[in-house]
């Protein structure tokens, strides 16, 4: 059955919920992918979602799927699931997008969009480097904050494709944009929003801190100066990242998503797997690759892996990272 008309939205967490709403108020026809869990909940008693407009959450009957009705077929796709989950969701998605569907990645994280392009298809891969801040709490997905949304074609070559994403998300209040140099330097946005999130990230979900908070100790700002270094360090044989662009573009989102919880520190809270190896992971791998020492964020690593599976008492973890001050 063919849904060219519809937008299928892979992944109901926090960000997935938010651009759900926005397009579902809109009047965007629209069928959503999400786990087992999250299924059963939203079939039974709907999706409360408070944008920053509203004054209540708002409920949002949804069309959910664990697995997608057979021979569905569709020609949009927003991708908003962990990183770590795109391999099986592009090897599921073989059956149910067209050969020349659109993918839209909303996802933090480098080297995300492999799985997709890997595949024997002619989709159209798009990324999303957004700083929308959310929670999903146990009852309602609230917005936080609504940062720039850049918009970067990975493996076509029809501007006019990008441009209908970029319609779509203003056309639901995002502030979307098209990077003047789109066609000759997307990799630097998309590799300054990677340094950002594996600065904010791990400070935060180790320090319990909301966003803003951490702007506000001289120690933890003295440690992201460290941590950019030490990236762009990684990154030089690579691309040239401005410091100042980097330092800034944390210090901007930090403030515009303020209040809001860093998605990893959600992600610890509830007990579930970080994106952890698809920031810092992703540098380490490449200062390996580059023979480039990279001490501060292999610490941030482990430490973020010990959180994650509990392997030592938190205390130790929290010594570990204090060693870095």
């Given at each position: 059955?063919?849904?060219?008309?519809?937008?299928l939205i892979?992944?109901?967490?926090?960000?997935?919920?938010?651009?759900?709403?926005?397009?579902?108020?809109?009047?965007a026809?629209?069928v959503?992918?999400?786990?087992?869990?999250?299924?059963?909940?939203?079939?039974?008693?709907?999706?409360?979602?408070?944008?920053?407009?509203?004054e209540?959450?708002?409920l949002?009957?949804?069309?959910v799927?664990e697995f997608?009705?057979?021979k569905?077929k569709?020609?949009?796709?927003?991708v908003?699931?962990?990183?770590y989950?795109n391999q099986?969701?592009?090897?599921?998605?073989v059956?149910?997008?067209?050969?020349?569907s659109?993918?839209l990645?909303?996802q933090?994280?480098?080297?995300?969009e492999?799985p997709?392009?890997e595949?024997?298809?002619d989709?159209?891969?798009?990324?999303?480097?957004?700083?929308i801040?959310?929670?999903?709490?146990?009852e309602?997905?609230?917005?936080?904050?609504?940062g720039?949304?850049?918009?970067?074609?990975?493996?076509?070559?029809?501007?006019?494709?990008?441009?209908?994403?970029k319609?779509l998300l203003?056309?639901?209040?995002?502030e979307?944009?098209?990077?003047?140099?789109l066609?000759?330097?997307?990799?630097?946005?998309?590799?300054?929003?990677?340094?950002?999130?594996?600065?904010?990230?791990?400070?935060g979900?180790i320090?319990?801190?909301k966003?803003?908070?951490?702007l506000?100790?001289k120690?933890?700002?003295?440690?992201i100066?460290?941590?950019?270094?030490?990236?762009i360090?990684?990154?030089?044989?690579?691309?040239?990242?401005?410091?100042?662009?980097?330092?800034?573009?944390?210090?901007?989102?930090?403030?515009?998503?303020?209040?809001?919880k860093?998605?990893m520190?959600?992600d610890l809270e509830?007990g579930?797997?970080t994106?952890?190896d698809?920031?810092n992971?992703?540098?380490?791998?490449?200062?390996?690759?580059?023979n480039?020492?990279?001490p501060?964020?292999?610490k941030?690593?482990s430490?973020i892996?010990?959180?994650?599976?509990?392997?030592?008492p938190?205390?130790?973890?929290i010594?570990e990272?204090?060693?870095?001050?």
């Open positions: 059955m063919s849904r060219k008309n519809t937008i892979a992944g109901l967490g926090a960000i997935g919920s938010i651009l759900f709403s926005r397009l579902e108020r809109k009047n026809t629209l959503c992918l999400t786990s087992k869990r999250g299924t059963k909940d939203i079939s039974t008693r709907g999706l409360f979602v408070q944008l920053i407009s509203d209540a959450p708002k949002h009957k949804a069309e799927y997608l009705p057979e569905s569709f020609k949009q796709c927003i908003a699931t962990k990183a989950n099986v969701l592009a090897d599921y998605l059956d149910y997008m067209d050969d020349d659109s993918i990645l909303f933090n994280g480098i080297d995300v492999k997709f392009t595949k024997e298809k989709w159209k891969i798009t990324r999303a480097v957004s700083s801040g959310a929670f999903r709490g146990e309602c997905v609230t917005e936080i904050a609504i720039e949304t850049k918009l970067g074609v990975i493996n076509y070559t029809d501007v006019k494709e990008i441009e209908k994403w319609t203003l056309s639901i209040g995002l979307a944009l098209i990077p003047e140099d066609n000759n330097n997307f990799a630097y946005h998309y590799y300054l929003k990677a340094i950002v999130n594996s600065t904010i990230n791990p400070i979900s320090t319990k801190l966003n803003g908070d951490i506000k100790d120690q933890l700002l003295d440690l100066e460290r941590i950019v270094d030490e990236l360090a990684i990154l030089a044989n690579m691309m040239t990242i401005s410091r100042s662009d980097a330092l800034e573009t944390i210090n901007k989102i930090a403030r515009t998503t303020s209040d809001n860093c998605s520190l959600q509830k579930v797997q994106e952890i698809y920031l992971g992703k540098f380490l791998e490449i200062s390996k690759r580059e480039v020492e990279a501060i964020n292999s941030l690593v430490i892996k010990t959180l994650s599976d509990r392997s030592e938190e205390e130790l973890a010594l990272f204090k060693s870095l001050l």
